[in-house]
């Protein structure tokens, strides 16, 4: 592959000779800087927020909040006294180690406090986006069996308390009057509860968070992970992310995806640095502010957010002072070349593209600040972790041969079941000492790995094998396109072809001239046969909460098919 590279930066924390670190690194490394090293006996709230009372750290703000109508800061110190107390609050009401509380809120800080507490007691939680409606709150309720859940008097409605016997609480944040039966007020609650309180010791294998991803279909799955994630969350806190003791970090995630916790909370916090976090919707200016406001120097969101932001004009950059900023990363989806080229142009910042899922609990391939990046590539493997491109007999394939994207079994934020589903579990790991991820990618002979789509979205028109990404690259690249989603569509042809769904950006109108311009761009700019036949206009695509386009939807609507869960598609 011919491709330019963007010469790496200068971290601080980076990997300044990734080869070596690769070949040598050993997990242990990084679980002896924990006092547990030792006993095994640990919880990731004391070890992300307590364990710095002891350091001068004590004071520092950990969480820096702001909405419409809120602006505050808490230290560790204070973040520790609330989550004693909400720990008190649960304990109280006869909550244990192993229950399943769950939160299903707005970002506010309370949400943060709920989880930290929740975790304290040794009791596991399980985040929800406040997005959620009924049915899909009831899904993830009853299949783990949650006796708590933290809400707000809005979301209320939402919860079918008849329906989940084993639900026996509901805390609510900021609704004091509503007295009922099971109902209890935050606010009451923790006024009266003590800060000071007996953390809960588990073991470094018990349940920590549950988080519930869709499938392409059926029921969504509770991924469970442990308290050992901290191994992991800490040390790429310091590769992927390059934390320093002064950084201002923003993490764009919501808590109802495992990039708002893993990365929205724990591994800023185990690594004492300060954490943004902005409640509410926002517009493209509210994200720049929030940026010159904060002074965030390490910016970590995701490719839908900055495919919004280019589309609303390099103008309204300039309106900021953006100086602050040093590192800038994206997860979640495939990461567009355009949009690389478009961060290096406006912010003057390589956006550094990382790959992991809900299920491998922590980042596992990733641009590092010290490689040269080569935009549209999801960079390379984390030491300590082994990714490979293999067939369906576990057999590593050669360089740029498409495959499945496999990790050897055994990293240490690994889930650890999927609740309720042993056979779902067993599934990731079919081929032998493999955790099979679904994506299928490839690896060049510089051992760059690049993304194609997901198994089942990899096209195959005219024997040729195209991944939808890369034609969705090229037709983001056209000056009319904002987003854009490709599938294949049964062609008695040829197999498949290629149906491209495009929202334009403004200014744009949808027409046949245009449809012929963006086949052409595609036919010139990449390949004859990557150039999609049919293209259909949509004000919008669409995607989950997490902001992933969600390509099963576009095929199931195209072939009239059942479009499966859709708890997490955006409204
Ligand atoms: C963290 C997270 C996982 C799926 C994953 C893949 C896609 C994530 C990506 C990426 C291309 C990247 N994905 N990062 N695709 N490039 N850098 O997103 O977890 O919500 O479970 O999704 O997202 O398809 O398999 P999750």
Not at 5 to 14: H, L, M, Q, S, Y
Not at 137 to 165: G, N, W, Y
Request: with cysteine.
């Amino acid at each position: 592959m011919n491709v330019e590279k963007i010469p790496a930066t200068e971290g601080r924390f980076n990997l300044q000779n990734y080869d070596e670190t690769y070949a040598n690194f050993d997990w242990a490394e990084v679980e002896k800087q924990f006092t547990w090293y030792e006993t095994g006996k640990v919880n990731m709230a004391y070890e992300a927020i307590d364990r710095h009372l002891l350091t001068d750290k004590k004071d520092k703000p950990a969480l820096l909040y702001s909405d419409l109508t809120r602006e505050e800061t808490y230290t560790y110190a204070q973040l520790s006294e609330l989550s004693n107390k909400f720990g008190n609050v649960l304990r109280k009401l006869g909550i244990q180690k192993g229950d399943r509380v769950f939160v299903f809120m707005p970002r506010t800080p309370e949400l943060y406090v709920s989880v930290l507490g929740t975790i304290k007691v040794g009791a596991i939680v399980g985040p929800l986006f406040e997005a959620f409606m009924e049915a899909a709150v009831r899904d993830r309720l009853s299949d783990s069996e949650a006796v708590a859940i933290v809400t707000v008097p809005s979301l209320l409605s939402r919860i079918p308390v008849d329906e989940l016997p084993a639900l026996k609480h509901v805390i609510l944040v900021g609704g004091a009057d509503e007295q009922k039966e099971g109902v209890t007020s935050f606010e009451a609650a923790m006024a009266e509860a003590s800060s000071e309180l007996e953390i809960e010791w588990v073991d470094r294998e018990d349940g920590m968070i549950l988080h519930y991803t869709s499938g392409s279909t059926g029921k969504p799955k509770g991924v469970l992970h442990v308290h050992n994630v901290m191994i992991q969350h800490l040390q790429t806190g310091k590769w992927v992310l390059d934390f320093q003791d002064d950084d201002i970090y923003w993490c764009t995630a919501d808590p109802g995806w495992v990039t708002g916790t893993a990365y929205g909370i724990f591994s800023p916090w185990l690594n004492g640095v300060t954490n943004v976090v902005r409640g509410g919707r926002f517009t493209p200016e509210d994200w720049y502010k929030t940026i010159e406001k904060y002074k965030v120097t390490v910016w970590y969101s995701a490719p839908t957010a900055f495919r919004m932001l280019m589309g609303a004009g390099d103008e309204v950059v300039k309106k900021f002072d953006l100086s602050s900023l040093r590192h800038v990363l994206s997860v979640g989806e495939p990461l567009n070349p355009e949009v690389v080229y478009w961060g290096l142009r406006v912010f003057n910042h390589r956006i550094h593209d990382n790959w992991w899922m809900t299920e491998t609990g922590g980042q596992l391939i990733s641009n590092f600040r010290s490689m040269p990046i080569k935009p549209g590539s999801m960079g390379k493997p984390i030491p300590g972790v082994h990714a490979a491109i293999i067939d369906n007999q576990g057999n590593e394939l050669p360089a740029n041969r498409m495959g499945n994207l496999a990790i050897r079994v055994g990293w240490p934020a690994m889930m650890r079941k999927i609740w309720n589903n042993p056979a779902k579990y067993e599934e990731y790991f079919h081929i032998p000492g493999w955790y099979v991820s679904g994506d299928s990618a490839y690896k060049d002979e510089e051992g760059y790995f690049w993304f194609q789509g997901r198994i089942d979205d990899v096209i195959n028109t005219s024997g040729e094998r195209v991944g939808p990404f890369e034609v969705e690259s090229k037709l983001v690249e056209h000056p009319a396109v904002a987003e854009a989603g490709v599938i294949g569509k049964p062609d008695p042809l040829r197999g498949e072809i290629i149906k491209a769904f495009i929202s334009l950006r403004s200014g744009y109108e949808p027409s046949e001239a245009l449809m012929e311009d963006i086949r052409k761009f595609v036919k010139e700019g990449l390949a004859a046969h990557a150039a999609p036949r049919e293209i259909e206009f949509r004000d919008k695509l669409p995607k989950t909460r997490s902001g992933k386009i969600m390509r099963r939807v576009l095929k199931a609507w195209e072939l009239g098919l059942p479009t499966g869960d859709l708890s997490t598609m955006e409204d």
